[in-house]
Each structure stands twice: as structure tokens, then as C-alpha cells.
């Protein structure tokens, strides 16, 4: 049995890791981003659906949202089981970084508003120069766990038939009867996808932190 | 806060299912044949009926009989591996046309999907680890003993319906595994003492690993091995089922069992 | 001929049935600088909030240069960049710097170009004296130092009037005086204040009038000296003694 082959085989799913993972995780960004803001200033009737969304997308394991989501996203319009399985993770992914989010907006004091709100500044104004800005930088540490969680989830895209790392891992497995060396070898890959994006983002909350006198 | 949950639950099934309904219209033949294609499903975890080679392509008896299948279908084939656990719905969805992937028939399976001729007949094994001294002279003295099966088989089914349904054995008892080579490593370290599964895998498995041997094989609930199909696709079963019989008749699937069953 | 800069008429603020203070009328004249004092919880702040519209009053008028500000329709966002508004612990925003915390009005609210928002802000920060600290963060400055950016930041906008809402009262004593310095300063450069404070020494010394809120309404106003020695009712001039006397002792004590 050529190991090294095997091995290659198993890190050549990693291209499929981190597209998933560049696809779910912005996706989950941007859709998280709106519906925090539609959750905190949006009003009665916003915050309350809003409310449901994170909790029925949080309160379902993401393997059961994948399938829902996949045969939804996919019933009528012919998505390939990679884009399904990403947007899906995606809009899994939206609710969890809907919290992270508001949670941020939500640490940045109201007088902040009202401050921006006395020099003339529209509502939105003040949300887009001056609230989000802070809370960003707030975010950015659970952002980065929900990142961490992002990539490791993007395994469950296999269940749709993506031959990312865990799937090329468990082929292996079976086909070789050597299951440690293949799920180390995944576990590894996965491991260092994990390990370099909290160093970038660590990097990038201390870039980001506001100088203060100690 | 419960009840919204699974009222909210509800909606987006209800919505999911209206989408589904319109899936199947026009013949599935049709499709594959207008799109000169057809796609199939299977777990290729399962060696030797289909497998990776070392060049990560997909090899095995299941595989190998597909390609000769399309070819004579004369359209081209387009495989998608997925776990085994999705081929059933992925099928139903038209995600996939068929799925060749060492399915027996059930009568549950069949509520949801169409079953091509059996295109090969299977035996069930039980392996054990050498130093194995129970007894165990029928298959029912599997219940007196930790159990592991691969999830969602046939072999599951009938240790569920016939043992642990019957009262016979704890469902505590009974470990389904994701994949048959976590059986076999739960079985080398004694975590179970006993793994049922398909006499062909299970003879892979004692030759691949040490210490174990099949203490027990008989047909039990395996059997015949089919295609399964589109619910109601009369027209690519009838197809399938045409091509099976000349392959049968020509002596290819015999051919093909040399190959990859006897070691 | 004075000329009215705001006027407050029967002005009334409830929260739910709790009456804040209520038929409030007040006239602050161009190039006044008005005071009002009162005890803690009788509707200073929210009066000032109610003044810039950043609360709603619940009944009453208010007029700034002659355009009534409370009439429907009026639009809040360009009141507010004509009533600059000082708070107590300064509200600066803390992710930018003391230049661009002056800028970002004239830049995003009043949509100056960059060049000229920079100059006009550094124009500003100079002002209050803290050219050299243009590139400080408010988490690099005093306490002192962050409420003259933030007056820095409201006169930016170039206000009609400026309102204070007990801008010294969260400062360490001896950081009070520079900030008391620039808010003279600015009085004596003819700009219209209205000012809740405690600092009866700035009081006595710029106000051209002292107003003495208590209960939700205007118990008494009139020039500081009058205020001070002849008011018409006893509760005023103790009050005034009291609190000259507790923030005198603060004062001295450090
Ligand atoms: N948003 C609000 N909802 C309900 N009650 C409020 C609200 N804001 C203020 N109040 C109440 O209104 C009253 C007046 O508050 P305000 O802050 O205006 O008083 P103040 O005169 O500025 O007092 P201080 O000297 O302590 O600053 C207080 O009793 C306060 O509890
Ligand atoms: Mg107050």
C-alpha cells in the first residue's frame, strides 16, 4: 500500500474544506450581520422573528438543517451538492453569527447612539460609523471560535456527496483497514486550517484594538 | 418555547415536501437519455463492492458492473459517492438517478423507492475474534452477546426486528457503527463480541485484520442484491432489468464475482 | 433688543404616569450663557435631552432661531447638528481618534470634503488646546482632556446653541478648571450656552441668569447676584449655599 498516495489523497479534499468554509462563513457573515441589525433596532415585530430564526437554526442539530436546507435550497433549482452544502452551512452558520454579532452591537453602549444621534447623525448613520465599527472589534474573538467551528462543520457537507477531507478520510479507512492513519492525517489537516486562522484573526484583533492608557 | 420550535419545524417540512411533489415529471429514461447521462450514487466504503484504488478512483464489483451497465445504456456515467445513510434520499429527490451501492431489498425501502432484478445473491456472516468461547450455534445466540452492525443495512434491520424488537436482546446491547471497519476495530479491541455483516465485506475484513474469524454464514436477510431506482420509474427499471438479464445471460456477472469474491 | 435664541413653551415630559417636570418656559437669549441647577432626579438631563429632541417631550413648544423645532414633520437630524450637546462623562466615540471624533460629523453629517473636515477639526482641537493631542485615542487622554474634545466635537458643527449637562461633574477636581476655562472662553466669545451645573464659581462669575429647577418645575430665576443674595424664596438661597459650599470643600479639599 503506497501511504504517501493515500495521504495525498485525503489533503486533496483540503480544497474543499476551505472553499466550503470561504463560502458558508461570509455567506453567515453577511446574512448574520443583517439580521443582528434587523434583531436589535429593527423593531417589535423584527426582533421577535428574528428571535425564532436564531432559535429554531440553534435549537437543530446543523446535520438535520444540512438536509432540510439541501433538498430546500436544491428542490427546484439544480444546485450542485458543493454549493447546497455550503450555502446551507452558510445560513446554518447565519444564526450563530447573528448572536456573536448582536451581542457585540449590544456591548456598545446606547449612549454611544445618543451621542452620535446630538451631533446629527441619522439612526443609520450612527449604526454604520459608529456602532459597528466598535462592535466589530468586539466580535472578532467569537468570531474567530464560530470560524474554528465553520471549518470543522464544513465536514458535514459529505453527507451531501462533497469529497472533502472526512469523506476522503473515511474512503481511505475503508479501503485500506487503516482507519487511524487516515482520520490522523484528517484530523492534522484540520487541526492546522484551524490553528492558522485563529492566529490570523488574533493577528487581526490586535491590530484592530483601540490604544488605551494601561 | 417548545411547541414553536416544532411548529416552526413543521412549516419548513411542509414547504420542503410541496417542493418535492413537483420534482418527478417526465420519465427519468427520458432525462438520462436527453441529457446523454446518467447519474449514480454509492457509498465507496464498502470493498470489495466499491472501494478507492490507491489512485483514488473508485473501483469494485458494484462499480464495475455500473460502467457496463451505461455502456450498454450507451450514455456516459457520472458517479456521486455519498454516505450510505443519504443514497436512499438522494434517490428520492432526484438528486440521483439510481444507486448501486450492495442494497437488498425491504419492504420499508420499497415504500420510498423502486428496486431493480437482483443482479447477485449475498449470504450474512457473524465475525468473531479467535479467542472467542461462547456458544453460538444459530444466528439467535447472537443475541446473548454485544453486538456491532453497520447503521441503516439489512444486517441492522433484522438484529433490530428479530432480536431486539423480539425481546430478545438489549437494544444496549446492539452498536450500529457509520462504516464496517469500525466494527472491526471495536471487535479486534473487544469493545463488541460479535459483528454481523455481508459475507463478502466479511471476508475481506477476516483476511485484513487480525485475530478474527466468521464463526457463522448463512442467508438470512441479505440475499439478493439490487439497483435501487426512482419510485415509479417503470421505463428505466424495465431497462435496467433487461440489461441485468443479458449480463447474467452472458456469464459477465459471474466473471465479475471471480474478480473481486474469491481471495 | 435681545434676540431669542430657544424658547421652551409649557413644556411637559412624563415617563408613563411619573411627571418629570412639567409647562417648563424658558427663554435663552444669543450670547447668554443660562444655568440651571436643581436636585438630583428633577429633570435637568432630560430637559436637555427634550431641548435637542433626543427625547420626546409629551406635550409644549420649543422654537430655536424662530422655527418651532417640536412642529410635526420638522426634521430631528438637522436640529441636532445646530444644538451641540455636551454630556456628562463626554461620550466620545472611542474607536477613533480626538481629530476624527471632531471630524466625523463634518465629514459624514455635514458631508465637508476630507481636506477641509481635517482642517476645520484641527481648527477646533486648537480651540480647546488639544492640537497635540489630535492622534490620542480617548482611552489615551484624561478625563479633562476627553470633555474638551467633546465640546471640540459639538462646536464642529458650528451650533446655534450649545447645551452642558453637568459637563464637570465626573471629573477628578483638579481636572475641573480646564474644562471650566474653555467653557468661559466660549461664553466670553459670544456663544449661547445653556448649562446644567454645580459649579456656583462659574455660575456667579458667566451666567448672565441662573434658573432653579426643583420638583418638575421653575421654582425661581434671575441674574446670579440677585439669585445669591435676594431670591424670593428662602428654599433657593439654601439651596445655592448648600451646594457652593459642597463643591467648595470638593475644590479645596484636593
Ligand atoms: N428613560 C427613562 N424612563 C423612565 N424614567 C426616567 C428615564 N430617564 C429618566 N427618568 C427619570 O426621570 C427623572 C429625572 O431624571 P434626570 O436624569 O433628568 O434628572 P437630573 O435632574 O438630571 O438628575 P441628576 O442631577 O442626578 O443628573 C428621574 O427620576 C429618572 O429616574
Ligand atoms: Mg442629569
Redesign the interface.
Known amino acids: 500500500?503506497?501511504v504517501g498516495?493515500?495521504i495525498q489523497?485525503i489533503a486533496?479534499g483540503t480544497a474543499y474544506t476551505v472553499s466550503v468554509t470561504l463560502i458558508a462563513l461570509p455567506l453567515g457573515l453577511f446574512l448574520g450581520l443583517i439580521f443582528s441589525l434587523l434583531y436589535v433596532y429593527g423593531g417589535k415585530v423584527l426582533t421577535r422573528i428574528m428571535s425564532?430564526y436564531s432559535?429554531?437554526m440553534r435549537?437543530?442539530p446543523p446535520i438535520v438543517l444540512l438536509?432540510?436546507l439541501y433538498?430546500?435550497v436544491?428542490?427546484?433549482i439544480n444546485l450542485s451538492?458543493f454549493w447546497a452544502g455550503s450555502i446551507s452551512l452558510g445560513i446554518v452558520s447565519s444564526a450563530y453569527q447573528m448572536e456573536i454579532i448582536r451581542g457585540a452591537l449590544l456591548s456598545v453602549s446606547g449612549?454611544?447612539m445618543?451621542?452620535?444621534?446630538?451631533?446629527?447623525?441619522?439612526r443609520m448613520?450612527a449604526i454604520k460609523?459608529?456602532i459597528i465599527?466598535?462592535a466589530f472589534?468586539m466580535a472578532i474573538c467569537p468570531w474567530s471560535n464560530e470560524a474554528a467551528i465553520v471549518i470543522k462543520d464544513s465536514s458535514l457537507v459529505?453527507?451531501?456527496?462533497v469529497?472533502e477531507i472526512l469523506?476522503r478520510a473515511?474512503?481511505?479507512?475503508?479501503?485500506t483497514?487503516q482507519?487511524f492513519l487516515a482520520f490522523i492525517v484528517a484530523g492534522l489537516i484540520y487541526f492546522m486550517l484551524v490553528f492558522v486562522t485563529n492566529r490570523l484573526l488574533d493577528g487581526l484583533d490586535k491590530r484592530m484594538r483601540?490604544?488605551?492608557?494601561p | 418555547?417548545k411547541f414553536?420550535?416544532v411548529l416552526?419545524?413543521a412549516i419548513?417540512?411542509g414547504?420542503?415536501l410541496a417542493?418535492?411533489q413537483?420534482?418527478g415529471e417526465g420519465s427519468v429514461l427520458d432525462k438520462i437519455q436527453a441529457a446523454n447521462k446518467v447519474v449514480v450514487?454509492t457509498s465507496?466504503?464498502?470493498?470489495p463492492y466499491e472501494?478507492?484504488?490507491?489512485?483514488?478512483k473508485m473501483v469494485g464489483f458494484d462499480i464495475e458492473l455500473m460502467e457496463e451497465i451505461a455502456k450498454r445504456m450507451d450514455v456516459a456515467l457520472d458517479w456521486?459517492?455519498?454516505?450510505f445513510?443519504?443514497l436512499i434520499?438522494?434517490v428520492q429527490?432526484g438528486?440521483i438517478d439510481m444507486s448501486i451501492s450492495c442494497f437488498n431489498y425491504s419492504e420499508e425501502r420499497d415504500q420510498l423507492v423502486d428496486f431493480s432484478d437482483p443482479y447477485y445473491t449475498s449470504q450474512d456472516a457473524f465475525i468473531v475474534t479467535d479467542g472467542f468461547s461462547g456458544t453460538f450455534t444459530v444466528p439467535e445466540d447472537a443475541a446473548n452477546f454485544k453486538v456491532g452492525v453497520q447503521s441503516g443495512t439489512v444486517q441492522d434491520e433484522w438484529l433490530t426486528a428479530e432480536l431486539v424488537d423480539a425481546g430478545l436482546m438489549s437494544e444496549a446491547n446492539l452498536s450500529r457503527y457509520?462504516?464496517?471497519?469500525?466494527a472491526?476495530?471495536d471487535l479486534q479491541v473487544g469493545r463488541i463480541d460479535i459483528l454481523m455483516s455481508d459475507d463478502v465485506p466479511a471476508q475481506?475484513?477476516v483476511s485484513?485484520?487480525d485475530g478474527l474469524k466468521i464463526i457463522y454464514q448463512g442467508m438470512l436477510y441479505t440475499g439478493p442484491i439490487n439497483i435501487v431506482l426512482p419510485d415509479g420509474a417503470a421505463d428505466l427499471q424495465a431497462e435496467v432489468n433487461r440489461i441485468i438479464a443479458d449480463l447474467e445471460a452472458e456469464g459477465f456477472i459471474d466473471a465479475l464475482a471471480v474478480k473481486y469474491f474469491s481471495e | 433688543m435681545p434676540n431669542p435664541i430657544l424658547v421652551v413653551k409649557d413644556l411637559t415630559k412624563k415617563y408613563g404616569d411619573n411627571i418629570i417636570f412639567h409647562d417648563i418656559n424658558m427663554t435663552v437669549n444669543e450670547g447668554d450663557t443660562d444655568v440651571i441647577i436643581g436636585p438630583s432626579g428633577t429633570g435637568k438631563s432630560t430637559l436637555l435631552r427634550c431641548i435637542?429632541l433626543?427625547t420626546k417631550a409629551n406635550s409644549g413648544q420649543i422654537w430655536l432661531d424662530g422655527e418651532e423645532i417640536t412642529a410635526p414633520g420638522y426634521d430631528e437630524?438637522?436640529?441636532?447638528?445646530h444644538v451641540?450637546?455636551v454630556?456628562q462623562?463626554f461620550?466620545?466615540?472611542?474607536?477613533l481618534t480626538a481629530l476624527d471624533n471632531v471630524k466625523?460629523?463634518l465629514s459624514?453629517?455635514k458631508k465637508l470634503k476630507d481636506d477641509q473636515a481635517e482642517a476645520k477639526a484641527m481648527q477646533e482641537l486648537d480651540r480647546v488646546g488639544l492640537a497635540d493631542r489630535a492622534h490620542h485615542?480617548?482611552?489615551?487622554l484624561s478625563g479633562g482632556q476627553q470633555q474638551r474634545v467633546a465640546i471640540a466635537?459639538?462646536l464642529a458643527?458650528d451650533p446655534r446653541i450649545m447645551l452642558f449637562d453637568e459637563p464637570t461633574s465626573a471629573l477628578d477636581p483638579e481636572l475641573i478648571g480646564e474644562v471650566l476655562e474653555v467653557m468661559r472662553k466660549l461664553a466670553l466669545d459670544g456663544m449661547t450656552m445653556l448649562v446644567v451645573t454645580h459649579e456656583m464659581g462659574f455660575a456667579r462669575e458667566v451666567s448672565d441668569r441662573i434658573i432653579f429647577l426643583e420638583k418638575g418645575s421653575i421654582v425661581e430665576e434671575g441674574p446670579p447676584e440677585v439669585l445669591f443674595y435676594t431670591p424670593k424664596f428662602e428654599r433657593t438661597r439654601e439651596f445655592l449655599w448648600k451646594i457652593t459650599e459642597l463643591y467648595g470643600k470638593k475644590e479645596s479639599d484636593s
Open positions: 500500500m503506497d498516495r493515500f489523497y486533496s425564532i432559535t429554531v435549537g437543530i438536509f432540510i433538498f430546500m436544491s428542490g427546484n451538492p449612549a454611544q445618543m451621542a452620535a444621534r446630538a451631533i446629527g447623525m441619522s448613520r460609523h459608529i465599527p466598535q472589534r459529505y453527507a451531501l456527496g469529497p469523506r473515511q474512503l481511505i479507512s475503508a479501503s483497514q482507519p483601540i490604544p488605551a492608557n | 418555547m414553536r420550535i416552526a419545524l419548513v417540512l414547504v420542503l417542493g418535492c413537483q420534482a450514487g465507496a466504503d464498502y470493498p472501494y478507492i484504488d490507491e489512485t483514488g456521486q459517492d455519498m454516505p445513510d443519504s434520499a438522494a429527490e438528486k457509520e462504516r464496517v471497519d469500525q472491526a476495530l475481506a475484513i485484513q485484520y | 435637542n433626543l437630524d438637522e436640529v441636532r447638528q451641540g450637546m454630556f462623562n461620550l466620545l466615540f472611542n474607536h466625523i460629523g459624514k453629517v485615542y480617548p482611552g489615551q466635537r459639538a458643527m
